[in-house]
């Protein structure tokens, strides 16, 4: 049982709250503010309630281009709310602090980008978490928190899973409202054939083990790099090009994990029919004619044709990922089809920021949701728990 909003008396309150605003980026300047404004609910009822409010997120991750300061996200932020948000270029130093005591009523601090302390990038039970500099430092000066950070809530990292151990803790709207809608999976209309794809093969991997072996789908169609790997543990020889992918993402250290998920649930798993490869631009090759000399870059005609079948056929459709490089228009065909596909089902549920980035720019709007969270949303929907959730959760038990 967790607590939420409904719970709190907000008025005077100092409150920290974790979200997720990690954003797509170009040049350095936000390209999407969709997962700013997915919690101006929650930020808006608090800042009229008068609270004093003090904002942790993340943004990329260290080492790569998308880990930068959270200055243009507050900037944005006030453009939005029509509300001063301060920014700070700390997130527990004595100068944090300082700005977190000055801060008026019913006005926003920022804190620096939370992947700046390397604490922050570890998973921990939250008893553990508490006990890190970063949550010991500002849980003292917190009234309560707040987590409507969706999108991160499968981690259980310090400032996701530490506060709810000292102090009183709530569900903002948004983690509210994606656990009512994608908590109750087992509940939706069959048969439910949940689209697995994008980078992320590894998640893909095991959402499809779960969902399959629980009885949650009753059908997993595979593309990207995740068709592609179990093409290649089918026995398929995908050609060098594609094959290297696979291989400097780390993937083929799975190869025993998809063989087996092949031999246990294969007749419930589709994959992959034709193929479009690169060369010299879009050309499309039959499964059964690899090896080519080109990388596979999205799904081909006949197995865009194939999905999108099963699709609209579904009662419930579950996607998460692009089918290819959908971000280069000649390799974009297959997310674009096999997306719209999936909104002619009853209930079409889609998650992940950097796919809702994609349906913004294809101007495919139709889904009966759009999850914030990836990894998150793809995790309730194969029957798991969410480690910031249960901590919530435990603080009330």
Do not use: W
């Not at 999976?185 to 590894?202: C, D, M, N, Q, S």
């Not at 994990?257 to 090759?285: F, M, T």
């Not at 290819?324 to 065909?333: D, N």
Request: aromatic content about 6%; some cysteine; glycine content about 8%.
């Amino acid at each position: 049982m967790i607590e939420t909003l409904d719970n709190l008396d907000p008025k005077g309150k100092l409150i920290g709250i974790r979200v997720d605003i990690n954003s797509p980026l170009i040049d350095g300047d936000l390209s999407d503010d969709t997962r700013l404004r997915s919690h101006l609910e929650t930020l808006s009822e608090l800042v009229s309630a008068g609270a004093r409010i003090v904002l942790m997120a993340h943004q990329g991750r260290p080492g790569e281009d998308s880990c930068i300061s959270l200055q243009p996200h507050a900037l944005r932020l006030a453009d939005i709310l029509d509300t001063p948000v301060h920014h700070v270029e700390n997130t527990h130093s004595k100068k944090a602090l300082d700005k977190i005591k000055q801060l008026p009523h019913g006005e926003i601090l920022v804190l620096e980008n939370t992947r700046f302390c390397p604490e922050e990038y570890i998973e921990m039970e939250p008893k553990d978490a508490a006990t890190t500099k970063f949550v010991s430092a500002l849980a003292p000066h917190f009234d309560a928190y707040v987590n409507d950070a969706f999108g991160s809530a499968h981690r259980s990292h310090p400032s996701l899973v530490g506060f709810p151990y000292l102090l009183p803790s709530y569900a903002g709207r948004l983690l509210e409202k994606e656990l009512k809608v994608l908590g109750t999976i087992h509940e939706l209309p069959k048969p439910r054939v949940y689209f697995l794809a994008g980078k992320k093969t590894i998640d893909s991997l095991a959402v499809a083990e779960s969902v399959l072996k629980h009885d949650i789908a009753d059908e997993v169609l595979a593309a990207g790099l995740f068709g592609n790997f179990l093409l290649h543990c089918d026995g398929v020889n995908l050609g060098a090009p594609s094959m290297d992918i696979l291989r400097t993402n780390g993937i083929l250290d799975y190869l025993d994990q998809g063989k087996s998920l092949l031999a246990n649930y294969g007749d419930q798993i589709k994959l992959p029919i034709d193929v479009a490869i690169d060369s010299n631009g879009r050309q499309e090759v039959l499964v059964s004619d690899l090896p080519a000399e080109g990388p596979i870059f999205d799904i081909g005609s006949q197995t865009i044709t194939k999905f999108s079948s099963s699709l609209e056929s579904a009662s419930t459709t579950i996607l998460n990922g692009p089918a290819g490089l959908a971000e280069v228009s000649h390799f974009s065909q297959g997310t674009i089809h096999v997306y719209d596909a999936a909104t002619q089902s009853d209930t079409s549920i889609v998650g992940g920021g950097d796919t809702i980035a994609l349906l913004d720019q294809f101007g495919i709007r139709n889904f009966s949701h759009i999850s914030t969270g990836g990894g998150a949303a793809m995790r309730l929907l194969s029957g798991d728990s969410l480690p910031a959730v249960a901590a919530l959760a435990l603080r009330n038990s």
